[in-house]
């Protein structure tokens, strides 16, 4: 979540910006960058809750059979 081929995704990185932005970025990508659009795999609704969990600092645990 520190950032790699992106920005980092942690709470003190994503406070402050608007969470519908961040909802579209995950939905639409970024183009020209490494950010790829998510919405073929991905409701809104899925969307948005990964955002509410990254930006109250609890990201998604991983499944137990590794998913």
């Known amino acids: ?3 790699g081929l992106g920005p980092p995704l942690t709470r003190e990185a994503l406070s402050g ?3 519908a932005g ?3 970025t995950v939905l639409y990508g970024r183009p020209g960058t490494a950010m790829p659009p998510w919405q073929p795999f991905m409701t809104q609704d899925e969307a948005q ?3 509410d969990r990254l930006q109250a600092g609890k990201p998604p ?3 137990p059979q590794g998913n």
């Open 1 to 3: 979540l520190r950032g």
């Open 49 to 51: 809750w990964l955002i």
């Open 61 to 63: 645990a991983a499944s």
């Open 17 to 19: 910006k608007p969470p």
């Open 22 to 24: 961040l909802v579209a």
